[in-house]
């Protein structure tokens, strides 16, 4: 084999040793795991309703904290064990999310009524980051121009903004939704 062949394979494979490899584990979960909680502390509005200084934060984060999981690290191995932390990790989280109402409920948050009757609930949109003008969108999504025209507003789990129009039948489904906040 040739040496500058055996450089390549040397400089491709390799990787850090037994200690290194945990402490890019741990440095990646507790990255992960602070992220989330910080994603978490922002609001829902932030999950549907995704800005352009939203995506650059995202981007510059993902920047800013890639040295500090994998620190000087630049081994095809150090990337490899780096993104196979956060898949794992992602992974339990799902699982913990899944399987216990209080984590579910902490961190994914619950349903939230933005409008009743045609008023706005101001203090409500406030807390959760919600402006009139994302509400005056979700009811141009529905035909509606007029606030006086919406029975409800809800601010749901995933960002999204659901319209019930003052003059639809509300159906009683089968599925029962425990938890929304009505303020």
Same mark, same amino acid.
């Given at each position: 084999m040739s040496a500058e062949l055996s450089q390549w394979f040397a400089a491709v494979f390799s990787h850090p040793d037994l200690p290194g490899a945990l402490a890019i584990a741990a440095k990646t979960t507790l990255i992960y795991l602070f992220l989330v909680l910080g994603l978490r502390l922002l609001g829902k509005r932030e999950l549907g309703q995704m800005s352009i200084y939203d995506l650059v934060l995202v981007i510059v984060i993902a920047n800013s904290v890639q040295n500090a999981m994998v620190g000087q690290d630049?081994?095809?191995?150090?990337?490899?064990? %780096?993104?196979?932390?956060?898949?794992?990790v992602n992974r339990i989280l799902t699982r913990l999310i899944l399987n216990?109402?209080?984590?579910?409920?902490?961190?994914?948050?619950?349903?939230?009524?933005?409008?009743?009757?045609?008023?706005?609930?101001?203090?409500?949109?406030?807390?959760?980051?919600?402006? %009139?003008? +994302?509400?005056?969108?979700?009811?141009?999504? +529905?035909?509606?121009?007029?606030?006086?025209?919406?029975?409800?507003?809800?601010?749901?789990?995933?960002?999204?903004?659901?319209?019930?129009?003052?003059?639809?039948?509300? +159906?009683?489904?089968?599925?029962?939704?425990?938890?929304?906040?009505v303020v």
């Open positions: 630049t081994t095809l191995l150090g990337g490899l064990i %780096s993104a196979f932390t956060l898949l794992i216990r109402p209080g984590i579910r409920h902490w961190l994914i948050g619950q349903p939230v009524l933005v409008v009743r009757e045609g008023h706005f609930l101001n203090d409500v949109m406030q807390r959760e980051g919600l402006t %009139s003008e +994302h509400v005056f969108a979700a009811m141009r999504e +529905h035909g509606l121009d007029d606030i006086a025209l919406v029975q409800m507003a809800v601010l749901e789990i995933d960002g999204s903004i659901s319209i019930v129009p003052q003059n639809s039948q509300v +159906h009683r489904s089968q599925r029962r939704f425990r938890g929304m906040r």
